[in-house]
């Protein structure tokens, strides 16, 4: 397959929107991550997501619209709660899973009988929502469990020749994916954390949003009969080429043993990255947490040292989210 590479530019638009409505696949920037869409509402279209990843096919996709009045044709069930959400977060990094209507096809939610939606904060998404005409189902644009794009060499590097058309955007601002919660849930409920924080939810919505039970678990999940409601919550996900560690204690000692660690594998011949953010830059370092495990991915890193960032913080949880998926829960403690 042929991959355009395509601009912003409004002409380009109209050719992207075109390949969406045909029921093919663009990858486009947002302010999180790059997606990978096709319109949600085409089973066939969506199914070809999936083969171009190689994603899971009970992992559900996010939809992503481009009218916050738009949730309506996703859901029939729209309460004053979902619309304080709307009204405070949208457009932004916040994805909202509710009652799906029949019109949307199970490939597009995993099989479930709700769906997740937001209304991305891009120009150039909200762009080829509204000149495709339909809701676009998006998750990231890279190969089932790799790191999530943040940049444009990204998406070509894991998808050229996969794909229709890619969409040139700057890098992602954001830099992991949206927080999802779960709205058919009383509290609602975080099903994958991100830069909207439980504070920041709970200051709209006046209680105590909850947590999946497998966030709080600092093992892999993948197993068993778990029936992922979000992306993110059952595969080894976010994952670099490199063996990857996660040093958690005090910060001095984490220091330490990552450099002990460092001389012995080099020692070894073994060539050794390291991924140790300030103590409280969370924002930078949910900025560029992806985009680092490429880049040592590209230099050939063996092994990849990561320096645990406290989770009191809902950005800091949020990105250990992350990072404890891409080590596959390989963690030392110091």
């Known amino acids: 397959?042929?991959?355009?590479?395509?601009?912003a530019s409004s002409d380009d638009i109209k050719t992207a929107a075109g390949i969406i409505k045909a029921g093919g696949l663009v990858a486009f920037p947002t302010e999180t991550v790059y997606g990978l869409g096709a319109n949600a509402l085409d089973a066939a279209a969506v199914k070809k997501i999936y083969e171009a990843k190689g994603r899971p096919r009970d992992n559900p996709t996010i939809v992503h619209?481009?009218?916050?009045?738009?949730?309506?044709?996703?859901?029939?069930?729209?309460?004053?709660?979902?619309?304080?959400?709307?009204?405070?977060?949208?457009?932004?990094?916040?994805?909202?899973?509710v009652k799906k209507r029949h019109e949307v096809p199970d490939i597009t939610t995993g099989g479930l009988p709700t769906v997740a939606v937001r209304m991305p904060d891009e120009p150039a998404a909200l762009s080829l929502i509204r000149e495709a005409g339909?809701?676009?189902?998006?998750?990231?644009?890279?190969?089932?469990?790799k790191p999530s794009p943040t940049k444009m060499s990204h998406v070509i590097q894991d998808l050229d020749g996969r794909v229709d058309a890619i969409i040139v955007g700057d890098d992602c601002r954001v830099g992991i994916e949206s927080t999802v919660l779960d709205v058919t849930a009383r509290p609602p409920v975080i099903l994958r954390p991100g830069i909207v924080t439980a504070v920041d939810i709970e200051a709209v919505i006046g209680e105590k949003a909850g947590f999946d039970p497998a966030l709080l678990e600092k093992s892999e999940t993948s197993g068993g009969g778990l029936k992922p409601k979000s992306p993110g919550m059952k595969y080894r996900h976010y994952a670099p080429k490199a063996k990857m560690v996660v040093i958690e204690g005090r910060r001095g000692r984490v220091k330490a043993e990552i450099l002990r660690l460092k001389l012995l594998n080099e020692r070894e011949g073994n060539r050794v990255g390291v991924l140790l953010f300030e103590e409280k830059?969370?924002?930078?370092?949910?900025?560029d947490f992806f985009?680092?495990?490429?880049?040592?991915?590209?230099?050939?890193?063996?092994?990849?040292?990561?320096?645990?960032?406290?989770d009191v913080d809902g950005v800091g949880f949020a990105v250990m989210n992350r990072m404890m998926k891409s080590a596959g829960y390989n963690i030392v403690k110091v």
């Open 281 to 287: 830059a969370f924002r930078e370092a949910a900025h």
């Open 65 to 97: 619209i481009a009218r916050a009045s738009d949730i309506g044709m996703l859901t029939p069930d729209i309460d004053a709660l979902t619309v304080s959400l709307i009204d405070n977060f949208w457009p932004g990094p916040l994805t909202l899973v």
């Open 1 to 7: 397959m042929k991959t355009q590479i395509l601009t």
């Open 134 to 145: 339909c809701p676009i189902a998006a998750p990231s644009a890279n190969l089932s469990g």
């Open 291 to 310: 985009a680092r495990l490429r880049e040592m991915d590209d230099e050939g890193t063996d092994l990849i040292l990561a320096g645990a960032l406290s």
